[in-house]
């Protein structure tokens, strides 16, 4: 077995998602080493090729089309492969084909690599993140999903511009499914420390109830906005992508909502979902215990359940 390469990466799955990744983790400087695995080589080949290119403007990097046996000392790898949502699609509907797709990935992945952490992109990211860790054998902290990242930048996003204020200054978050079932936890958002709603009064925003519904539905339903426009989503994620991959490299002990399986919090057990946690270079390093209102606890429990009844049907 490969001592790993603390400055590899691998990306599983070239396509819309796989190659913004790609790109966006070439620009970061973060690694010195990319294998790019595809199911179609050459596809993985060409974006391989293309992302190069850039290099000039950037910093050195090799990057190459390879397969599992190249991804054996990678650090990270990085999984979206599968399909992604058609029009009208949910991410739930696309769990048997992803499934089978990954039990044919997953145990490839694990048999020349040991020691990396899986990072999971491909939908439905939680229910394919307790698959990667039920078929890798790999200890939890090592296994877990992009989860809400997205979900959580979109929501910074808006209510960044809703309040005409930088984005990097919002502390909010989604937790739960990353899907229909996702939760806005309001009731720990705040601005620079200012309680949310306190921070919308200064900004003239006074209907709190009415914009908090909009934002979070607004949230919600990105996804599926995008993909009526321009039929897939990929460089939010790119981005979020970027963002693990550097908390991990690092050792950057950043919280972000990525999804991991849990353990008993909030009584949910056995199923992976996104709650805010510590990550660094060996994976999830915790939990943090974040407040909710007992509207959220509830709604995160019909979110966990609903993931659970998804699990029970293909596992
Ligand atoms: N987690 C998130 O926030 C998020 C955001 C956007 C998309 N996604 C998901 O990412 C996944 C990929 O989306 P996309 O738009 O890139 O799809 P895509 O169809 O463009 O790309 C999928 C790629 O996977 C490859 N592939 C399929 N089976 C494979 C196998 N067995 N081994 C290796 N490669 C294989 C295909 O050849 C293709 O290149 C989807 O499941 C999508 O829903 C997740």
């Known amino acids: 077995m490969a001592t790993l390469n603390e400055r590899k990466v691998a990306v599983v799955g070239c396509g819309f998602v796989g190659s913004a990744s790609a790109f966006a983790l070439m620009e970061s400087g973060l690694f010195s080493e990319m294998v790019l695995i595809d199911v179609n080589k050459e596809k993985a080949e060409g974006e391989a090729l293309d992302i190069s290119h850039g290099l000039p403007f950037a910093k050195p990097v090799q990057i190459y089309a390879g397969d599992y046996k190249d991804a054996g000392d990678a650090a990270v790898v990085v999984v979206t492969a599968g399909a992604g949502q058609k029009p009208g699609e949910t991410r739930l509907d696309l769990v048997k084909k992803n499934?089978?797709?990954?039990?044919?990935?997953?145990?490839?992945?694990?048999?020349?690599?040991?020691?990396?952490?899986l990072l999971i992109v491909a939908n439905p990211v939680d229910i394919l993140t307790y698959t990667a860790a039920k078929l890798s054998g790999f200890p939890?902290?090592?296994?877990?999903?992009s989860g809400t990242v997205l979900d959580t930048a979109r929501l910074k996003y808006l209510l960044g511009e809703h309040l005409k204020i930088d984005s990097r200054s919002v502390h909010a978050c989604i937790i739960g499914e990353h899907g229909d079932s996702e939760i806005a936890a309001w009731s720990s958002a705040n601005v620079s420390g200012i309680p949310l709603n306190d921070f919308c009064e200064m900004r003239g925003h006074f209907e709190h109830e009415k914009s908090m519904k909009e934002i979070a539905e607004n949230v919600k339903n990105s996804a599926y906005k995008i993909i009526e426009k321009k039929g897939a989503?990929?460089?939010?994620?790119?981005?979020?992508?970027?963002?693990?991959?550097e908390a991990i490299v690092r050792d950057e002990k950043s919280i972000l909502p990525?999804?991991?399986?849990q353990h008993g919090e909030f009584e949910i057990e056995d199923v992976a979902l996104s709650m805010p946690v510590i990550v660094g270079r060996s994976g999830v390093e915790g939990a943090v215990p974040i407040r909710l209102s007992d509207g959220e606890k509830e709604a995160l429990k019909a979110s966990a359940d609903t993931l659970k009844e998804v699990l029970n049907g293909v596992l």
Do not use: H, L, Q
């Open 258 to 261: 990525v999804s991991s399986i």
């Open 233 to 245: 989503t990929y460089y939010g994620i790119a981005m979020s992508v970027r963002r693990i991959c």
């Open 140 to 145: 939890e902290n090592r296994v877990f999903g």
């Open 99 to 117: 499934v089978s797709i990954f039990k044919s990935i997953i145990p490839e992945i694990a048999k020349y690599n040991k020691d990396g952490i």
